[in-house]
């Protein structure tokens, strides 16, 4: 990594820095205003009642996930998997990655290369960016989270283990990461960014449709396996499973793979 590149990496991150700051300041509010809630919840002694009112074909088709969601550490940890924040991040993870197709839209490429810069410097930057906003905004979920476990919590309480909201955030982290590199490969073949977001993003939601009829219509549950959001589980964290290393895995290797493809690409496309 030259000067250079951290150079054009300090540049990216000065145009987003509002953005990528304001993101993190709300998902922190939401992640405390969460853990209140779920006080608020356990002093009225809510939680049997929400459950109790859960009806039966309801509790046969969500299976114990309904239930555990209906809990303490279901409400607490309820921002590391709810699908407006997923959104969220997935969307500020492609603009982002869209970067380099803007630059060529522009002709701001032009500039950058004209200098001794390798195009692959174009492409480190952008990850380096990507890896520095994912950090910020997720980092101060975790923050948001033990904030209000620790300062607003009735003693009584058990609380989520560290453990368990450590690998909650793992798992948002790498599926975020996953279509980061996805973004970046269209975005390196692409010469408008538009052309690239909306590509991207329509893949995403598409996968992500794709999970939910896999999750909920047996017929489909074999096409889900191949959407990324088929390995992305938090529910099973929070009914108390282990961290599936596996899953985390096939997030980040197509995350990589796409990744790879974005260097190979733009290093050979025409400018």
Not at 15 to 29: E, K, S
Not at 182 to 194: G, I, K, P, Q, W
Not at 202 to 225: H, Q
């Amino acid at each position: 990594m030259t000067r250079r590149t951290l150079v054009l990496a300090f540049h990216s991150i000065a145009r987003i820095r509002g953005v990528v700051v304001g993101l993190a300041v709300l998902l922190f509010a939401f992640q405390f205003l969460l853990t209140q809630v779920a006080a608020y919840l356990t002093r009225q002694r809510a939680f049997g009642e929400l459950s109790a009112l859960v009806p039966d074909f309801v509790r046969s088709a969500a299976g114990p996930s309904a239930l555990t969601f209906m809990s303490f550490t279901g409400i607490v940890s309820l921002g590391y998997f709810h699908p407006i924040v997923i959104g969220a991040l997935v969307g500020l993870m492609i603009a982002i990655a869209t970067e380099p197709a803007a630059e060529v839209e522009t002709r701001f490429v032009d500039l950058t290369l004209a200098r001794p810069v390798s195009r692959a410097a174009v492409i480190i930057r952008t990850l380096i960016v990507l890896s520095c906003a994912g950090a910020v905004i997720i980092g101060s979920m975790i923050v948001g989270t033990w904030t209000g476990l620790t300062c607003c919590v009735p003693s009584g309480v058990e609380r989520p283990s560290f453990a368990l909201t450590l690998s909650l955030a793992v798992t948002l982290a790498s599926v975020t990461a996953c279509w980061a590199g996805v973004a970046l490969a269209m975005a390196a073949a692409a010469r408008r960014r538009v052309v690239a977001g909306a590509a991207a993003g329509v893949t995403a939601f598409g996968a992500y449709l794709l999970d939910y009829l896999g999750r909920a219509w047996e017929p489909a549950r074999p096409a889900s396996v191949a959407s990324p959001f088929h390995y992305f589980e938090p529910m099973a964290l929070i009914a108390g499973q282990t961290l599936n290393v596996r899953n985390v895995a096939v997030l980040i290797v197509v995350g990589s793979a796409a990744t790879a493809i974005a260097f190979v690409v733009f290093a050979r496309r025409d400018i």
